[in-house]
């Protein structure tokens, strides 16, 4: 077990104000229902940003969140590191519209695209520059605008995503507390299962590619969900190896909030009981980079976690991309 060089010492998330429930895509023309999202996905709810809320105001309200909880403050940030895949400019980054947001003028700000897996690789990211001796305090964030991304008229997407953002910061460790396990991997091979095949500076958009829907997210969902849990389940083994652990010492895994049959499945895999699984895709949607930073909020504030609580931390995303960490609290 290597030494922990960082620890989250504070969490914070937001959303939109609209919660949308299953029962309204019906009236948006989609063919599905309440009982089919449900059933496939565990999802009831997702949250959807509207006029006037971007992917900047959600992440610097969970910011400020998880700065109050860990008691720092904008001038104390060394860095910002914002994993997401739907910034709300391609140029500049997200994280420095959040730097400005906040006033955090000596921090350091840089996104990370690495889809559902943007927070756990920031996370790690953070770490090493600590480890690095450079920093001292990291703001990490995981935030999508999903909802701007994809096309309401793709039964097999539209049902499946949602918006917010989940903050963490990260402060050099003490005690023996923070990161003690971590391992990334990424397989571009398999790309084109989950991307937006157009839009890009490859190809740029045109009235065409848009009435199309090209420059949305398309995905091929079985195939995702093959590997998906293979590789989640793959990373849990990686990160309790890491950490010298067996799964009866987990306190809690949070893992990826991508449907409720991915993580039994992965769950099931790593020997850890339901019950300690923290579960809240039915109240969000898949949130991609977002998804663990608010499960763990959650997770803080019900007080599922606490001092002493060791928690595996598990994602998969589109790139392919997977990992995962062992913190102890």
């Not at 989250?8 to 919660?19: F, N």
């Amino acid at each position: 077990m290597k030494r922990p060089f960082a620890m989250i010492a504070g969490t914070g998330h937001a959303v939109p104000k609209r919660r949308m429930s299953n029962d309204e895509f019906q009236a948006l023309g989609i063919d599905t229902s309440d009982e089919w999202i449900r059933d496939r996905t565990g999802i009831r709810y997702r949250y959807v940003a509207g006029e006037g809320e971007t992917l900047t105001s959600i992440s610097t309200e969970a910011a400020r969140m998880a700065m109050q909880a860990a008691g720092v403050t904008a001038a104390e940030l060394d860095a910002i590191v914002l994993g997401t895949a739907s910034p709300d400019h391609l140029l500049p980054s997200t994280a420095v519209e959040v730097q400005a947001a906040l006033g955090a003028t000596r921090a350091v700000a840089f996104d990370i695209a690495a889809a559902c897996s943007g927070w756990l690789y920031g996370a790690q990211v953070a770490e090493g520059l600590m480890a690095a001796g450079h920093y001292e305090t990291v703001l990490v964030i995981g935030a999508e605008l999903l909802t701007r991304i994809i096309n309401w008229k793709d039964r097999n997407t539209v049902v499946l995503f949602g918006d917010g953002a989940g903050a963490t910061v990260l402060k050099r460790s003490t005690r023996g507390r923070g990161i003690i396990s971590a391992y990334m991997r990424s397989d571009g091979t398999l790309a084109t299962l989950l991307h937006r095949p157009k839009g890009g500076a490859a190809c740029p958009s045109t009235p065409e590619i848009i009435a199309e829907g090209s420059d949305k997210i398309q995905m091929a969902g079985r195939e995702v969900f093959k590997n998906a849990v293979r590789s989640m389940a793959d990373a849990c083994d990686r990160a309790l190896d890491g950490a010298k652990l067996a799964a009866s010492d987990i306190d809690l895994l949070i893992p990826h909030q991508a449907n409720i049959r991915i993580i039994e499945a992965t769950a099931k895999h790593a020997n850890i009981p339901m019950e300690k699984v923290f579960v809240n895709v039915d109240r969000y949607g898949n949130t991609s980079a977002a998804s663990i930073p608010i499960a763990l909020d959650e997770a803080v504030r019900e007080g599922r976690v606490h001092d002493g609580s060791v928690v595996l931390f598990v994602a998969f995303g589109a790139g392919f991309t997977w990992g995962s960490m062992v913190v102890r609290f």
